[in-house]
Structures are given as structure tokens and as C-alpha cells.
């Protein structure tokens, strides 16, 4: 029984088993026209543009998401349990207050904070860690090194509240991880984490780049240029499912 | 130095293998280094200094359980100013096709304990290994030939939690533990690059265990594996 109504509508077979997850359903357009081969957008339910097409000659899809761990979540859940698809990386943007990170960089996140409430049903009070696969992060970071893209590994924060009242929370609220490394901070990645650790056999990863930066405030992209401005993250996450795709088949 | 630890930062090599047996600590004393010398003087916890082929290295009890964890680990990263921190100890495997003698390299650690819920103001904090460093032993596991799974682990705080960590085995947790949780987040709160290499003796989904004679020499195994990854000696 689905709580909210489907964010996905397709024939079965049309989504790959590799699905790259960006927020943005523009950027999933972007990226199926500028690096996809034979592409078919197979979804535009709720205007979550859904792409399928060929990287290298491995079938690939690109998934608009939404917003937040909820979307992401029931996102997933369509994509795995309807639509059989094995492999969820997240293409997302994120802020960093990290001094190492600058705008544009390419993050990997092993492990994601969670202020969420989505494991307390199975978990209580105890700390579920939502962590990424190490077979697609490792992918991913030697697929970067050897394009010779830089990626800043490490956790990244993920919040629920875009708008909180910062100046209304004492700091162990309001910055939880204040002096603990965090190369960066978004909304999706421990809903990700969660909703496929469910599933045995399935993995998730995220890979981010840094939007806007606490510190470096005149780096910041403008918004108009989110769109565009991803090319290292797209291009990291296609080898990472071309590379998986070809040592499945080895 | 502080409360559980005597001895100064000279006293520290720049790598720290933390182990929750002490009578661990005495066995690399003995058997695997050479110019030892013992520095801890407080509720025979060992603590010791030495040379590993020619390369310092210092080997650390920190206890059972994620109390003693956070003591030993946080003031051994955070007063003797280590570069790296490793945690060497067996675990039970949580998945049945896991074999005795695999090798985890723990990326996460869930925990039961509640020391981390109350520090981060009740966020959930990712207890995680240093990527580059988790990556270098694996590279070297995996170039020796040696059987090895990395993934989430459960940092339980007593023996009567089996039946949750049934749960956290099914949504993935490859092993059990009571220190690897609060080690990496002393790690992570100092800023040293922190990883676990645990061993297998037993498994707890089918039942297999070692004898205590061929646990004992398969953690002896995995510290000389563990030492050979991370010192490149």
C-alpha cells in the first residue's frame, strides 16, 4: 500500500537497473540530452522527469527526485520495488563549510547524519547509521581518479528543515557537527541511505557538488547556472555505472 | 596524561593500534616489537611504545564497550597527539555467507549506546572509518589475497542486545563490536584518520565459532595484516 500517490508511471523494463537520482528534474533533462545516446524520457508524472539511454553502451537512467528524504524515499521505493532497478546513485548539489571544499568541487559521502525520525520504528532511539555502498563509492572514486576529477570523500550532514529558525535553537541543535569533519551538508542522502538498506543485494551512493560555501560566500553559483554546472559529478557518476556494468559482465 | 592514562605525547607513536583486550597490548609487546617500553601506569590498562620492523608504533587497550571506548580513545587521540588511529580486535559476523577468518573493515558503525544521541543533541552521527585509509587496507587485503568485507558494523553495549542486532543485520550491518563506534567518533572528533581491521571467530547467523586457540591466532594473523597495511612494511 503506497501512503502517497506514485512519483513514477512507465512500462516495466523501461527504467535500467542504474538509475542516477538529481533533485532537480531539469537537471535530470540536461543530463540525459548532453550525455545520454538514444534517450527516451520515460516518466513526466508530477513533472519528475525520467530519462533511459546508453553511456558508453551501457543503459543508464537519470531520475528526477525531488526534494527532502520523503521524496527521495518514495522515489526509491518505486524504483526498486516496481521497476526492479539495483543501483541508486544520487547526483545532488550541497553546501560545505569544510576549508579543504570549494564551489564546484565533487563530493562522495560514505555515511550521512540524520535528523530524520525514519528509522524509529525499527530502531528507536539507537543510532542507524545511514551508510552508502563501498562497492559504488569505491567505483566512483577510482573512476574519478583515473578522469582525473578531484572528489573530497568523507560524511556529509543532511538536514530537514531548509528554513529552521537557526537563532531560536541552542548550537548543539543548530550545529550539531560543529567541530567534527563534514565535507557537506544536503536534504536527501540519509532518506536514500535508509529506503535501500531495506533491500538486500541493492546499493545506494551519493555523490554531491558543492553549490555554495559558508566560508567562501563569493564563490557561490548562481542558481541559473545549477543546472549546467555539474558536468565532474554527471560525468563521475556515468563511469561509476558504466564501470559496474562492465565488471558485472567480467 | 589525563584520567585513565599517564605518560606524555613522546611517549606516542604517530600510529596507535587500540585493542579491547590488554593482555593483547602485552602480546604485541612480546612477540612483534622491539625496544618496548610500557607507559601507562593506571588500572592495568597496557599501554606501550615499540619498534615493528624498524617502524614506531604504539599498541593501546581501550576496554570493553563503548564507555571505555570513548575514554581511551578520545584521550589517547585527543592528549598524545597520534596521526592515526586503528582499531584491531575480532568481532561475530552478522551475515550468514561471512566465513571465519574474513577480515571487516568496518565503513560505519551503528551503535545502541546512547553517548553519541545525547552529544549531537539527538541527530544520529555517522560513526565512519577515514575513506583513504579504509581504502589503503582494503587495496592491501585484496592485493595479500585476503578475504575481506567492508560495510556497516553494530557497536552493541552489553550481550543482552542479540535481538535488536538481528534488525541492524537485516538492513545490512555485517558485524558486531562494542568499541568501533565510539573509536571512530574519537577519531572523527580530533581530526585523525581512524579505521577498524576485525577479524571473524564466530558467526552469529550460523552458529560457527572458533576454538579459543584459533581465535587467538587468527586476531595474532590480522594485528601482523593490520600492521603490514598500514605501516607499508
Known sequence: MRLIEDMICTEPGAIAETVLLPGDPLRAKYLAENFLEDSV?????????GYTGY??????????????TSCIMECAYQLIEDYGCKNLIRIGTCGSGDPDVHVGDTIL???????????????????????????????????AKENGIPVHVGVT????????????????????????DQVGGEMEGTGLFVAVSKYPGIRAALLVTCSDHQIYRDEDTPLAQRETAYRNMMKVALETAHRIDSERRS | MGLCLTGTAADVADVVFLTNDSLNVEWAAENLLEDVYFYNEIRNMKGCTGKYKGVPVTFQGEG???????????????????????KVDCCKALQADIALGTIILPQTAHTTSNINKRRFGGMTFPAAADFELLNKIYETAKADGKTVKVGPVLSIEHRGE??????????????????????FTAGQRFHKPCAGVLVVTENLATGEKMSSEEAKEAFHEVVKFALHAVLEV
Open chain 1, 41 to 49: 524520457c520515460y516518466n513526466t508524472t508530477r513533472g519528475m522527469f
Open chain 1, 55 to 68: 553511456y558508453k553502451g551501457t543503459k543508464v537512467s537519470v531520475q528526477g527526485s525531488g526534494m527532502g
Open chain 1, 109 to 143: 559521502s560514505t555515511a550521512s547524519t540524520s535528523v530524520s525520525n525514519n528509522t524509529v520504528p525499527e530502531f528507536g532511539n539507537y543510532d542507524f547509521v545511514p551508510t552508502g555502498s563501498f562497492e559504488l563509492i569505491k567505483a566512483a572514486y577510482d573512476s
Open chain 1, 157 to 180: 550532514g543532511c538536514t530537514d528543515a531548509l528554513y529552521e529558525e537557526r537563532d531560536k535553537l541552542p548550537t548543539w541543535i543548530s550545529n550539531p557537527m560543529g567541530g567534527y
Open chain 2, 64 to 86: 570493553i564497550g563503548p564507555v571505555n571506548a570513548a575514554m581511551y580513545a578520545v584521550e589517547i587521540a585527543g592528549e598524545f597527539d597520534p596521526e592515526v588511529l586503528v
Open chain 2, 162 to 183: 542479540m535481538e535488536i542486532a538481528k534488525k541492524f543485520a537485516e538492513r545490512g550491518a555485517v558485524a558486531l563490536d562494542m568499541e568501533m563506534n565510539q573509536t
